[in-house]
């Protein structure tokens, strides 16, 4: 009798210890997958103010495309385990996601008006962009994400050289970007924003 209590015992110990190493396993496997999704394809990005309203407005929640867009560096201590560089070009037009080049720890929502080797002008309310097709330089149609009333001001002038981008927020008159604080670094890109998740009235896609 006394042996068979502890035969009972002994696989009541067994199948909590299984279950145990099942929800190890199940956690092990859901890191196996979930890190290179969050490390190297996506991330999950609040809005935060109102420099891109109306298009993006506060506490909507995005998710950003890395691939492709983001410099991403694995490391340990000091060695250098891995390097994925930026190899897609971002375009005219692109909402992205950045670090902030003056406090690299926060991150900034915002849209490329610029690349690399193109000027751009701010001059009476027009955004004016001078590249190899347009040495004249041609006033930038934005009429597919600002209505027509919006004028940019702040009268400047920048040479996009090769590694930066140009960025303005869409709400022109309340936004903070290169008109103030100057060019974003290619390196610093996040992404480039892919759909907004919420609110779900809301939900589009921006590939």
Excluded: C
Excluded at 166 to 192: C, H, M, P, T, Y
Aim: proline share 4%; no cysteine.
């Amino acid at each position: 009798m006394d042996d068979k209590k502890v035969l009972l015992n002994e696989k009541e110990y067994q199948g909590v210890g299984g279950f145990l190493v099942e929800i190890i396993k199940v956690f092990a496997l859901a890191l196996i997958i979930i890190i290179p999704i969050r490390v190297f394809l996506f991330q999950p990005f609040f809005v935060q103010g109102a420099s891109m309203e109306p298009n993006f407005n506060d506490g909507e929640y995005l998710i950003v495309n890395e691939l492709g867009y983001k410099k991403t560096k694995i490391s340990f201590g000091n060695l250098n385990i891995f390097t994925m560089k930026n190899f897609r070009d971002l375009k005219r037009g692109d909402v992205i996601v950045f670090r902030y080049p003056k406090s690299p720890s926060h991150f900034f929502i915002k849209r490329v008006i610029a690349v690399a080797g193109e000027r751009v002008e701010i001059m009476d309310g027009e955004v004016i962009v001078y590249n190899e097709e347009n040495p004249k330089g041609i006033i930038l149609d934005e009429e597919k994400y600002l209505p027509k009333k919006i004028k940019t001001e702040g009268n400047t002038s920048f040479n996009v050289e090769e590694g930066e981008i140009f960025v303005l927020g869409d709400n022109r008159g309340a936004s903070s970007d290169s008109r103030v604080w100057g060019l974003v670094g290619e390196d610093d890109v996040i992404g480039k924003v892919a759909l907004r998740a919420w609110p779900i009235n809301k939900f589009s896609l921006s590939f």
